[in-house]
């Protein structure tokens, strides 16, 4: 499927980039932070800003948050400190480094095949389904995709002689990978250069193109200050960080040690299911056009220099290595699409079928669409499909109520979007004894409760309180009970 090299196929890929960017940033705008992800890691980023503390990540104010290091954290918080506290603000840095990756593959690509295949490259990541949704989303994994996307060119670029910067840049994406997410970016990025050099015996060029010493320095001068004051000013995060969530998390399906949530217990090898729905619509129209064009494409894109075997290795190594785990989500094969999308390009670009290119800009529209169709059901059918405490907040916001009031939430369940939406006003509880403590410092005067828990409120509390509003998010009915104007606290 290689492109045919005509001004008129780039000026369509071009609008397809440029349409798909559009439809990113209008769902970022419309579309309100969901529980429990999303919100989560943006609510953790606002009390970043809100506390001034940029060392210790808070889960709950006084409670640290051990399971992720810093760096989209940072990133987000850094965001919402220039252009407000708001959810576009939070979701920005994703969507710039998202877009720094697709810079990092389309110069790959152009550099070795040409400015179809840049176009092209760029046009199949960001048509990726996964790419283009995680794409301006509040999460840990964009950061992650773009440190591993870094080092594994800068490696490649290093190995052809192209300077000594793309070395210190190889070092520099380890070090930034292990503020993104830890030593899992580093097993990512050595897995299949590893891999790649022991098949084609580099050994000693790899050692004399990369600056080993000085840049396994510069690697560790920009992440292990953090680590170690992380652990100085939380004692235990390096034990629950590393063993925890690098090894018992992957290795143990039924893991309890997870202090923020539950671990996501999943059949072994379900990556490569997560990996499909990813890759769409290209794992549908791959498998079909190498069922018709693979045999011959394969011989015709054969190469020298090994870098149809490290795009294949980058593509494959990622889920070979989650195949392992027990304890898995659907973001995991984020890191190994830029792989995939070189990978892809490169096997089209030996198609010598030109004639075929014209369909990538309309299947690279397709997850664009269906983020349209997202945004039209946030839209029409309000909190029904997204579950998120935005509407709730705003009514107990055009209440009034006092300064320095907080909502209560009688839940077992955190609901990170309304501490978001709130300000980090919001309360959560399903204990009578706490319950009746907060009502007692007189500057809640407020309750949310799911309309199935309202019985289980305590009997007198349950008279003192009246419902005012009801909001359907997802299946439950939301109630917004306030106290009766009789029974308001002095």
């Known amino acids: 499927m290689k492109p045919s090299s005509n001004s008129k196929w780039q000026r369509l890929a071009i609008y397809a980039l440029l349409a798909l960017l559009l439809i990113r940033l209008l769902a970022m705008w419309a579309i309100p932070l969901t529980d429990t992800t999303e919100a989560r890691y943006a609510e953790i980023a606002r009390k970043m800003l809100e506390t001034g503390n940029w060392v210790t990540l808070w889960h709950d104010y006084g409670i640290p948050f051990w399971a992720k290091p810093p760096l989209s954290t940072w990133t987000s918080a850094a965001s919402m400190g220039l252009f407000g506290v708001h959810p576009l603000a939070a979701r920005l840095p994703a969507l710039l480094l998202s877009m720094a990756v697709l810079w990092l593959v389309a110069d790959a690509a152009r550099q070795r095949l040409g400015r179809d295949a840049a176009l092209a490259s760029a046009l199949i990541l960001a048509g990726s389904l996964l790419f283009f949704a995680a794409a301006g989303t509040v999460m840990t994994d964009p950061a992650l995709m773009f440190c591993v996307a870094l080092s594994q060119l800068a490696f490649w670029h290093a190995m052809q002689g192209r300077g000594t910067r793309w070395g210190y840049l190889f070092f520099a994406g380890l070090g930034l990978g292990l503020l993104a997410k830890g030593p899992l970016a580093i097993v990512l990025v050595g897995m299949p250069i590893f891999c790649w050099v022991l098949l084609r015996n580099g050994w000693k060029a790899m050692w004399q193109r990369l600056p080993w010493i000085s840049g396994s320095l ?18 235990g995060f390096l034990n629950y960080f590393i063993m925890g969530e690098h090894v018992s998390r992957f290795l143990d399906p039924g893991w309890k040690g997870d202090k923020y949530g539950y671990a996501h217990a999943t059949p072994r090898g379900m990556i490569w299911l997560y990996w499909l729905g990813a890759i769409f619509p290209w794992s549908l129209a791959m498998l079909v056009w190498l069922a018709r064009h693979g045999k011959n494409m394969l011989k015709r894109s054969a190469d020298n220099d090994g870098w149809r075997l490290y795009v294949l290795l980058w593509s494959l190594m990622t889920l ?7 304890n898995i989500i659907f973001p995991y094969p984020l890191p190994m699409l830029p792989g995939c999308a070189l990978l892809f390009v490169t096997l089209w670009h030996g198609s010598r079928q030109p004639q075929q290119g014209s369909s990538l800009p309309w299947l690279a529209m397709v997850s664009g669409v269906l983020l349209l169709l997202g945004v039209g059901l946030q839209w029409t059918q309000g909190q029904r499909y997204f579950r998120t405490q935005q509407l709730v907040i705003a009514a107990w916001q055009q209440q009034q109520p006092a300064p320095g009031s907080t909502l209560i939430f009688w839940d077992s369940r955190r609901e990170f979007s309304a501490e978001f939406y709130s300000g980090g006003k919001v309360k959560t509880t399903q204990k009578p004894q706490e319950l009746q403590q907060l009502l007692a ?8 409760t799911e309309q199935r828990d309202l019985p289980s409120l305590p009997a007198d509390i349950k008279q003192r309180f009246q419902p005012i509003a009801r909001f ?5 009915q939301m109630l917004l009970l306030r106290e009766r104007v009789g029974k308001l606290t002095p």
Not at 441 to 448: E, Q, T
Not at 472 to 476: L, S, T, Y
Request: no cysteine.
């Open 218 to 235: 510069l690697m560790l001068a920009i992440a292990l200050p953090w680590y170690l004051l992380a652990e100085y000013r939380t004692p």
């Open 441 to 448: 410092a007189g500057n809640s005067h407020f309750i949310v």
């Open 472 to 476: 359907e998010v997802m299946k439950d």
């Open 320 to 326: 070979l290595f989650f195949s392992i785990s027990g």
